[in-house]
């Protein structure tokens, strides 16, 4: 490969050229997090892991500082490489302390992320959290206690219904780290769980309701998936 430099206007010039290999790490699922710190500016980190199908994980960033500018870029890559959740990119701002992508019902394979500074200059130091869903079944009229207590972790929780049924979606008493953030709850019928095919949605901040009739028989999906990639609990009735 060639490398042609060539001042504007005929100037002279000197830099300093570096090759990067970039900066990458090995993610366990529900393992320790990573703690990353890119060596150059301008430097992208790089994470590969494995997903079988119909398995949901959380990708978190937290405690991100740059050495300038407010955000990083975040792109996840399913194993044919086209983008995974059908999304070309996530902004990543530090003043939120960091942010997530969903691997939401993939396909069995190898993942990749990269995280990719905002302009050549900036350094990244963060933390790097692969976790699976916190899973569980809902019993009508009995709380469940929802523990999202790694950062970038959502949850997947599932009950029963039948045609005509109206039900009631309480969320109660919920508190996330960092403070203030809100918690995005899904429902998704039983015969289609795409990730934009949700039936009912609920964006609290401490708690609400969702009032439900149900469409068809069977096992119905409720997303649970915290704003920024936060930690999370609460009580779900």
Request: net charge negative; with cysteine; proline share 5%.
């Amino acid at each position: 490969y060639w490398v042609w430099a060539d001042p504007d206007h005929g100037a002279s010039a000197s830099a300093q050229v570096t090759l990067s290999t970039g900066t990458t790490s090995s993610l366990v699922k529900d393992g320790a997090s990573a703690d990353i710190q890119t060596g150059l500016p301008g430097q992208t980190a790089y994470f590969r892991f494995n997903a079988t199908a119909g398995q949901h994980l959380g990708f978190g960033v937290s405690n991100l500082v740059l050495s300038s500018g407010s955000y990083v870029r975040i792109y996840a890559y399913a194993p044919d490489g086209s983008y995974a959740m059908g999304t070309n990119e996530s902004y990543c701002y530090a003043a939120n302390d960091g942010c997530s992508i969903d691997i939401y019902n993939p396909v069995s394979g190898t993942y990749s992320v990269a995280v990719v500074p905002h302009d050549n200059d900036q350094a990244m130091q963060f933390k790097a959290t692969l976790s699976s869903s916190v899973t569980g079944s809902l019993s009508k009229d009995t709380p469940f206690t929802m523990n999202l207590d790694r950062r970038g972790q959502d949850a997947m929780l599932t009950f029963s219904g039948t045609a005509g049924e109206t039900l009631a979606l309480q969320i109660a008493g919920q508190a996330t780290a960092p403070s203030g953030n809100q918690v995005t709850y899904r429902v998704y019928r039983p015969g289609d769980r795409r990730i934009g095919y949700y039936q009912h949605q609920l964006t609290p901040t401490t708690g609400g309701v969702i009032n439900m009739s149900l469409p068809e028989t069977g096992t119905y999906w409720v997303w649970a998936d915290p704003d920024h990639g936060a930690s999370a609990s609460a009580q779900v009735t």
